[in-house]
C-alpha cells in the first residue's frame, strides 16, 4: 500500500515518493494544487501524515440496502403460532 511505503520513509524523499503524497493530497484539497506543489518536503509530508494517513475512516453504506430493524417496533417478521382448533363444545 502506498500509505506503508511513505511512511516508511527516513527523511529524504524521492520524486516518486513526493508525487504520491502530492496526488493524495490533491484529492483531498483539490482546488489548492498551485500552494501544494509549493511546499517543502518535510511540509508536504506532515500535512499528508494528518490529513491522509491520521483520517479517520467514514463507515460506507451500500447502496439501497439499509438496516431497519432498530427502527421497528412491532416484530412482524416473526413467525406467529399457529392458533388451536376450536370445538363446538367450547363455544
Known sequence: MIR???????ESFTD???A????????VF??????LSKLNNE?????????VVNKPL???????VINITPLIKDEWWKARPKPKPTTESEK
Open 4 to 10: 506503508d511505503g511513505i511512511m516508511s520513509l527516513s
Open 58 to 64: 467514514k463507515p460506507t453504506h451500500n447502496g439501497n
Open 43 to 51: 511540509q508536504l509530508y506532515g500535512l499528508y501524515v494528518s490529513k
Open 20 to 27: 504520491q503524497m502530492f496526488v493524495a493530497l490533491r484529492n
Open 16 to 18: 516518486r515518493d513526493r
Open 30 to 35: 483539490p482546488r489548492s494544487a498551485s500552494e
